[in-house]
């Protein structure tokens, strides 16, 4: 079963996790995990994803259907 996960973050969601990439101390995973939201919510597709974040493709899906 394949199913497609679609991401559409609020504003200030979006504001959120542009935030925590842009400085301070957070920890690797969930810095991993907004940038994964981010480019989702961009339209990029799985792959693309998986390929530029450096994760496995089943990392990409589970986070967005965690979200």
Same mark, same amino acid.
């Given at each position: 079963?394949?199913?497609r996960y679609?991401?559409e973050l609020?504003q200030?969601? =979006? *504001? !959120?996790?542009? /935030?925590?990439l842009?400085g301070g101390?957070?920890?690797a995973r969930?810095l991993?995990?907004?940038?994964?939201?981010l480019?989702a919510d961009r339209?990029? =597709? *799985? !792959?693309?994803? /998986?390929?530029?974040?450096?994760?496995s493709?089943?990392?990409?899906?589970?986070?967005?259907?965690?979200?």
């Amino acid at each position: 079963m394949n199913v497609r996960y679609r991401v559409e973050l609020s504003q200030a969601e =979006r *504001d !959120e996790l542009t /935030a925590m990439l842009g400085g301070g101390k957070h920890a690797a995973r969930k810095l991993k995990r907004a940038q994964i939201l981010l480019a989702a919510d961009r339209g990029r =597709r *799985d !792959e693309e994803i /998986a390929r530029t974040v450096s994760v496995s493709l089943s990392t990409v899906g589970r986070t967005k259907r965690r979200f």
